[in-house]
C-alpha cells in the first residue's frame, strides 16, 4: 500500500472527495495502485494549486477593496479642501 495515497498529513487542505478517493485508490491491488498513483497525485496537487491561487486572490481583493476606501477618503478629503479654498477666494 502506497503512503502517499492513505496518508492523511495533507487532509485539512484537500476536499473530503478527494480523500475518499485515495483511500479507495489505496485500498486497491499494487498494480491498479501504480496505475492510478500518477494520476491522483496531479488532481492533489492541482487541487492545492487552486486552493493557494484562491487563497492569494482573496488577499488581492481584500487589499484592494482597503485601497479603494482610502483613495474614497482622500478624495473627499481633496474636495472638502477644494471647497473650502474655492470659498476663500470668492470672499476675497
Request: charged share 40%; glycine share 2%.
Amino acid at each position: 500500500m502506497n503512503t502517499r495515497l492513505s496518508d492523511e498529513s495533507d487532509s485539512a487542505s484537500l476536499p473530503r472527495e478527494v480523500i475518499d478517493l485515495g483511500k479507495k485508490i489505496a485500498e486497491l491491488p499494487p498494480e491498479l495502485q501504480s496505475q492510478l498513483e500518477v494520476s491522483y497525485s496531479r488532481v492533489v496537487e492541482s487541487v492545492k494549486r487552486r486552493r493557494r491561487i484562491l487563497g492569494l486572490i482573496q488577499e488581492a481583493l481584500a487589499q484592494l477593496r482597503l485601497d479603494v476606501k482610502y483613495l474614497m477618503f482622500d478624495l473627499d478629503a481633496t474636495k472638502k479642501e477644494r471647497d473650502e479654498l474655492k470659498a476663500r477666494l470668492e470672499e476675497t
